[in-house]
């Protein structure tokens, strides 16, 4: 079956550091993505793991282990705006179907 | 802005009745995939197309069709309607259907369909 799993809420404080945590139970892999949603908009793409390690991109990183079938999402110098759905999905190994998780909403406090 | 148009915006219809969704993939993207996001819900992928075929099938009703043109713009056609199907539906569009190269997504800016 397919199950990915995400902390529904995550609180932080502005200027901290917060690591979102994924896990998930596929029945292929081929690659791990995040994406950042702000109430009733669009989804917009983060980053995009397919290889175990970490991939940095400005205040965002993102770590895979497909031994272990987790991934975080660890944003630095949290900053207000940044408060918002984080959605972990899966792309199977056919690379036509990408399954979202429920998705993790973090809320940026002063 | 991700390039991705879908219209309408906005959608209000009675139970029983038939709509149809339209989007624009950004320009040079073959896929096309379209997700429901009920309130308070993750993204259920229904369904995918490339370059005009199908090319996978998520939790997609037997009610719900899809379609994509030669002009690469996608229909997602809903009917007889049930209150459940209040949600967001989103069109996203990627360079290639899988495997190395065009693997983000882009989503449009999503049609919210109030069904009463």
């Known amino acids: 079956g397919q199950n990915i799993d995400q902390p529904t809420e995550m609180t932080a404080t502005e200027g901290a550091i917060v690591q979102i945590n994924c896990t998930y139970q596929t029945s292929g892999f081929n690659g791990l993505f995040w994406y950042q949603q702000h109430a009733g908009e669009a989804p917009t793409f983060l980053s995009y793991?397919?290889?175990?390690g970490l991939e940095e991109k400005g205040r965002f990183s993102s770590f895979l282990s497909r031994s272990k079938g987790y991934s975080y999402l660890l944003l630095k110098e949290l900053q207000m705006k940044d408060s918002a759905s984080y959605l972990c999905?899966?792309?199977?190994?056919?690379?036509?179907?990408?399954?979202f998780g429920a998705g993790t909403r973090l809320f940026v406090k002063a | 802005d991700s390039g991705v148009t879908q219209t309408p915006k906005h959608l209000i219809t009675a139970t029983g009745q038939r709509v149809t969704l339209r989007c624009s993939p950004r320009s040079g993207d073959l896929s096309v995939y379209w997700y429901q996001q009920s309130l308070d819900q993750g993204l259920q992928f229904l369904i995918q197309?490339?370059?005009?075929?199908?090319?996978a099938k998520g939790n997609i009703l037997e009610r719900f069709s899809a379609q994509q043109f030669p002009d690469l713009h996608s229909e997602l056609n809903l009917s007889s309607l049930e209150l459940g199907d209040s949600a967001l539906y989103f069109c996203a569009s990627s360079e290639s259907a899988a495997g190395a190269g065009g693997y983000e997504q882009y989503f449009g800016p999503g049609t919210r369909l109030t069904v009463t």
């Open positions: 197309y490339y370059n005009g075929e199908e090319r």
């Open positions: 793991n397919v290889l175990d």
């Open positions: 999905a899966v792309r199977d190994t056919g690379g036509f179907k990408t399954i």
